[in-house]
């Protein structure tokens, strides 16, 4: 049967093939597991053993083997069985668009993470091998982050779920659950909060099958609280979006919309576009951020004021009266120990940038701080200006504990988890679930809520799915799978078609169709009546929604009712009280709330901001760290009304006196992998609102552990590794990064390399609108084959990453807890005069005629000199066999990407400007004879940027296709080189970045000025 995935590089209407054989004459799995769903290639003169050449048992000549003994059996059995036409395609005679080695992409949506993102997926022979944003997509704009590139690990996870359990097969599961909800005088379904409109109406005709079943959505990281405020202010559901890109001034309030609060690649997109000053009348917006913990958003702050949590919703009062004129803030500054001279700067720059200005509360504030946020904001005009009404959030509202538990709490028959783990993160929901008289858990992983289910049911990946999303009003994102299902799983939305027969009531062609198929069928009929235009036209709109990954609708502006003022100014002014200690809880950084709990891509990458790997720990400052008597690895004790936990501290610098700042989501356990936990799990410390515990006690247990961190030194130590300048220095003398540069030393011993006409690749990478967001990190490692290492090896640091983001901290007074931060990527600089290339005894590392600094693996004997001599130390060696301790199970090699080589124990590897892309594009060029222009190649962080930080291209490129934009930034007033000192000429150009300081003006950008009409 055809299988319709549409491809972004093939015409609308043309349909690709899988080889799974839909109507299986003969079984082709094993243990669940669709074999020949997944093509084999194996590289020509590879030196694996033919062992290692096996997939699951099988060779490629084998393969290749029973693909011809299905086809004939596909076709002689045809007559014997009473099914439809189904096509079926021969691997040695490919669709005419699908060659061997040649990769196709695919538009989908990524519904994995907390808000779905426009997904573009790279599927070579058969399977996926790369994630990207689809840069159709109007939010995410071509740009990825972290976990949507660390997808793709988990989809080759071996650890997934593979087949039922607790009942013998799909069919019998479905008999199970349909005669248990037939008889049920109660059953509960318990769901995520961002399922897609066609599981909604999935949901909603289940429902209407069984009346007795009760619909509720758990999201243990909702925006509920910061919700159910607008709400009630407003008399509707919906959200404020911020417009970062329209504001001079922004005040974040213990809100990370940089890194986890919101929706975070749009945030950054506009946030870092406002920042990029090069001529003496350019401005930049300014940011302000008050926060007790300490968030990669404050680490981007123009200013950072510490202020404990429970203090938030008086200073906004406080903040507001004096916008409005009515009592000065000298009198908060002076009770609360703040600087007054800045708490005034910050009332005048909000007061004279009315209607440009904008604040932002972040999501685990409580009530009266998001109340009284919406009061300020509507005394500097920002609703429908720097704040935007979206009556449609792409989540459900959440329901909160006591709801779920008064709907439980009296015994259900039927209780249903739908790909959330509830008892991760609410332990006590793992006695509904036994005392359920049927209990059915459907996920990726036999995780803790799973493991309490009688009923087990697995579910596809992501890029298994058809699915949709929608992110916002005018928007529908379309998911569809990329590859056939790896084991004997099913979608979740197909369990809910299954379960109320609607198959049947979409009158589907061929009712005995592969399971896979139906929820498209149901998808594609709710967009024909919904969103489609109807017309002769139809199936071509349907395949160009494929195509595009996206169906844009109107965009109206929204207005909501009017503030409810009197509400708001009761809620701001609930009183409340605090202890000696604070506690914040943030979700994680890379696994969120512990979905991606097992992903060791996102386990293994370092917090932006603590640069801790594998784990969590007790964030505290300098300050409160002596006055508790610990320092870093010491265990503390964490109790609170709701529950009591033991971490390691973390002497973080930066963190308000008396608070401490921890992560949510690590700690998740599996029954499939219980040796796999890797951190603590704080769950038990969350409050029933909020994600603030505003009295907590902490004590020393007397015990201590070891916490893995990517960086130990913070400081420059005097030497300009990281340069910037305030924006006045940079209008008073254009020159004053170039002043601050280093100079060359001596002579070079070496003789210039001389470059022909050729290429010349260099990079370049503007601080100004990195924020740290390790975006660039992942995409980099699911490139290139980069191993995981593991907790123990990081510690002993020999984590492979080729690129990193270097973490700076300058002291801003006496104070040690009063610093400014500086984020840097630093990866090979590919210099002119390599230090590595000259210490090499076997010429393993050399330099080509196009500027690149290669290495040579088959050469390379491992004796690190090359490492030793590089003043980056960039270089990464493989002292064990990390690939071979970590791929346990032979689909997890269908991961890698077939066009860089899998290096083995004793190599050195680092960055290589992947140089696959470069060889492609200009093979591509020579077969085509075209010319290359610039940004035909970009490089894999480079795509990911989220912020548009990285330029990549031929300095060589001229008129009419040149100058390339990475030369143009050569020439910038801000570039600088790091360590430029050496005399090693490296081809990574660094901009330095700006920072906006209070007293200087703060318009809105010129740009954007124009834009708004303003004078």
């Known amino acids: 049967m055809e299988k319709e995935f549409k491809s972004k590089g093939a015409p609308p209407r043309v349909t690709a093939l899988v080889v799974a054989a839909e109507a299986r004459p003969i079984s082709l799995t094993e243990g669940g597991r669709a074999r020949l769903a997944i093509p084999i290639r194996e590289e020509p003169n590879s030196h694996r053993s033919a062992e290692e050449q096996k997939v699951d048992g099988i060779t490629r000549r084998s393969a290749m083997k029973f693909m011809g003994a299905t086809m004939a059996l596909a076709s002689g059995l045809a007559a014997c069985v009473r099914k439809p036409p189904r096509k079926v395609i021969s691997r040695t005679s490919q669709p005419e668009y699908n060659h061997p080695g040649q990769a196709l992409y695919y538009s989908s949506t990524w519904t994995d993470g907390p808000f779905p993102y426009g997904m573009l997926v790279k599927v070579q022979d058969g399977r996926p091998i790369k994630l990207d944003g689809n840069p ?29 359990k607790g009942a013998a097969s799909w069919a019998a599961a479905d008999q199970q659950v349909r005669g248990a909800l037939k008889t049920a005088k109660k059953a509960v379904l318990v769901t995520r909060a961002t399922i897609g409109p066609s599981e909604r109406r999935a949901i909603s005709d289940l429902r209407s099958v069984y009346p007795a079943l009760r619909h509720v959505v758990y999201e243990p990281l909702a925006d509920e609280t910061r919700r159910s405020v607008w709400r009630e202010l407003h008399g509707q559901d919906g959200e404020w979006l911020p417009r970062f890109e329209w504001a001079s001034v922004v005040l974040a ?51 950072r004021i510490r202020l404990r949590p429970s203090l938030a919703a008086s200073f906004v009062r406080a903040l507001r009266d004096a916008v409005d004129e009515r009592t000065p803030i000298d009198a908060f500054a002076a009770a609360n120990d703040l600087d007054a001279k800045l708490l005034g700067a910050l009332v005048g720059d909000l007061k004279e940038n009315r209607g440009k200005a904008v604040v932002v509360a972040g999501a685990g504030l409580p009530k009266a701080a998001h109340a009284a946020t919406a009061l300020l904001n509507r005394s500097l005009d920002a609703f429908n200006k720097t704040l935007e009404w979206n009556p449609q959030p792409a989540g459900l509202i959440a329901n909160s504990k006591a709801e779920i538990e008064a709907l439980v709490e009296d015994g259900v028959d039927v209780l249903i988890t739908l790909g959330v783990d509830v008892v991760h993160s609410w332990s006590a929901f793992a006695k509904h679930l036994s005392a359920a008289k049927l209990s059915v ?21 992501v890029l298994e799915s058809w699915n949709d999303a929608r992110p916002r009003v005018g928007i529908i994102s379309l998911c569809q799978p990329v590859i056939m299902p790896l084991y004997d799983t099913r979608q979740e939305g197909e369990s809910l078609l299954a379960w109320a027969s609607a198959a049947q009531r979409l009158e589907v ?8 198929t139906r929820f498209r069928d149901f998808l594609k009929a709710r967009l024909e009546a919904e969103e489609l235009e109807v017309g002769p036209g139809m199936e071509v709109a349907w395949e160009t929604a494929l195509h595009q990954g996206v169906i844009l609708g109107p965009t109206n502006a929204f207005v909501p009712a009017e503030l409810d003022v009197p509400r708001a100014e009761a809620l701001a002014a609930t009183p409340l009280e605090a202890g000696a200690y604070e506690l914040v809880l943030t979700p994680h950084s890379s696994v969120w709330d512990g979905r991606f709990g097992l992903n060791a891509w996102l386990l293994e990458v370092p917090d932006p901001v603590t640069k801790l790997m594998w784990d969590n720990a007790a964030c505290m400052s300098a300050s409160t760290a002596k006055r508790l008597s610990v320092e870093t690895g010491y265990l503390v004790k964490l109790s609170t009304p709701d ?69 130990s030194e913070f400081s420059m130590h005097s030497r300009p590794i990281v340069l910037e300048a305030t924006l006045g220095e940079f209008r008073a003398n254009l020159e004053a990064i170039q002043e601050k540069r280093s100079k060359e030393h001596g002579e070079p011993i070496y003789e210039p390399f001389k470059y022909g006409g050729g290429h010349k690749w260099e990079m370049a990478i503007d601080l100004a609108r990195c924020v740290g967001c390790n975006a660039c990190v992942i995409a980099c490692q699911a490139e290139n084959n980069i191993a995981i290492v593991g907790k123990e090896e990081c510690g002993n640091g020999r984590e492979m990453h080729w690129m990193r983001i270097d973490q700076y901290r300058d002291p801003v007074s006496d104070d ?11 990866l090979c600089q590919q210099c002119d005069y390599a230090p590595c290339e000259n210490v090499c005894p076997v010429n393993a590392t050399n330099h080509d005629d196009e500027g690149l600094n290669s290495m040579v693996y088959n050469r390379c004997i491992g004796t690190r000199y090359c490492a030793n001599n590089c003043p980056y130390k960039v270089r990464r060696f493989n002292f064990f066999n990390f690939q071979k301790r970590f791929v346990e199970d032979p689909v997890q090699k269908l991961l890698f990407n077939p066009q860089v080589t899998v290096r083995q124990i004793g190599v050195m590897e680092k960055c290589t400007f992947c140089v696959q892309r470069i060889k492609g594009a200009e093979f591509e060029a020579a077969r085509t004879g075209s010319e290359m222009s610039d940004g035909v190649v970009r490089t894999a962080c480079q795509q990911a940027c989220p912020a548009s930080a990285i330029s990549f291209g031929d300095v060589n490129l001229r008129a009419p296709a040149g100058p390339a934009e990475v030369a143009v930034k050569q020439q910038s007033a801000r570039s600088f080189l790091v360590l430029e000192e050496l005399r090693v000429r490296p081809n990574v150009t660094y901009l330095a970045r700006l920072r906006n300081e209070a007293g200087e003006e703060a318009p809105a950008p010129k740009k954007q000025a124009e834009e708004r009409g303003d004078e």
């Not at 040690?816 to 630093?826: A, C, N, T, Y």
């Open 253 to 303: 309030i213990e809100c990370d919309f940089l890194g986890t609060d919101g929706v975070e690649l749009e945030s950054i997109q506009s946030f870092s576009g406002t920042r990029v000053a090069e001529n003496a009348d350019d401005t930049i917006s300014r940011l302000y951020v008050v926060e007790g913990g300490l968030s990669l958003t404050g680490t981007n702050a123009d200013h």
């Open 441 to 461: 858990g459907h996920g990726l992983y036999l995780d803790s809520t799973l493991s309490a289910c009688e009923l087990r049911l697995p579910s596809h990946h």
């Open 816 to 826: 040690e807890d009063e610093l400014s931060f500086h984020h840097q990527p630093m």
């Open 643 to 711: 529950g009591s936990v033991e971490l390691p501290a973390l002497v973080q610098p930066g963190l308000a006196d008396g608070v401490i700042m921890t992560a949510l989501g690590m700690g998740r356990a599996y029954a499939s992998a219980p040796d796999e936990v890797f951190g603590t799990n704080t769950w038990p410390l969350i409050p029933s609102e909020g994600r603030v515990q505003f009295d907590i006690s902490v004590s020393p247990t007397g015990e201590e552990t070891s916490l893995v961190r990517s960086q």
């Open 136 to 164: 159709d997509h109007p939010i995410n704009k071509g740009t990825s982050s972290a976990a949507m590139q660390g997808s793709l690990l988990s989809l080759y996870d071996p650890e997934r779920l593979r087949a039922p």
């Open 509 to 516: 062609e061929a009712p005995d169709a592969a399971p896979h």
